[in-house]
């Protein structure tokens, strides 16, 4: 089920556009809520995409660059719609982002290892083999750790023969948010693919429950 946040000035006024886009969803594939700005810093962590109200439209690029950065789409809503309180115009037009932007900007794993690889390469192939319905625009890939130089990925799995590479390779990523990890050694001697892509979900919902935390924090400090 994807997350869908509205957001306005104090997440009061979006609720009823909340209501009859709930009502729009007919076949119940979506989770949808509204949030204050506020709010919203902490509710991105858990969001599939970001629908900003238009009367807000000028704090942008407060929100644009870290969904940007959180592989999160961004759409501020059309102000017909949002006058006419049309949810069903707003949802059609969410779904359309949302296609277009799992398209243009897939969800990318990288398992980097040494010179041979042929561990790396066999675990990649089963992985695309047993992607799931949610996992489709999933890009994967297998790269020689010579040839790693800060590639745009959500997700950089090092082989654990060369874990002690860890560190060279997070200095040399320019996105915070890429996930550089050591899987164990026996989730890749076990040759799974399904295994390994269950551990991709795991890291990664690890990963944004530490960062709900960090942002929690900052969040409470202002107020």
């Not at 902490?42 to 109200?53: K, N, P």
Request: with cysteine; hydrophobic share 40%.
């Amino acid at each position: 089920m994807k997350n869908i946040l509205l957001v306005c000035g104090a997440g009061m006024s979006t609720s009823l556009l909340v209501r009859k886009m709930q009502e729009a969803d007919i076949n119940h594939e979506y989770h949808i809520r509204c949030s204050d700005t506020l709010s919203a810093h902490l509710l991105l962590l858990e969001t599939d995409i970001f629908l900003l109200a238009p009367h807000i439209a000028y704090m942008k690029d407060e929100y644009l660059h870290k969904c940007l950065e959180l592989n999160i789409p961004f759409l501020i809503i059309d102000g017909v719609d949002y006058t006419k309180m049309d949810g069903e115009s707003v949802l059609r037009k969410t779904q359309q982002e949302l296609e277009k932007y799992s398209k243009e900007n897939p969800f990318q794993v990288v398992l980097v290892h040494s010179r041979v690889g042929a561990m790396s390469d066999l675990i990649a192939l089963d992985m695309k083999k047993k992607l799931q319905s949610d996992e489709k625009d999933w890009q994967i890939k297998s790269l020689a750790i010579d040839d790693f130089d800060n590639q745009e990925a959500h997700i950089v799995l090092l082989e654990p023969q060369i874990g002690f590479e860890k560190k060279n390779v997070e200095r040399i990523l320019h996105n915070p948010f890429t996930i550089v990890d050591v899987p164990a050694m026996s989730l890749y001697a076990s040759f799974d693919g399904r295994k390994m892509l269950d551990y991709i979900h795991q890291i990664y919902d690890q990963k944004l429950e530490e960062k709900k935390k960090e942002l929690k924090e900052r969040i409470d400090e202002k107020i």
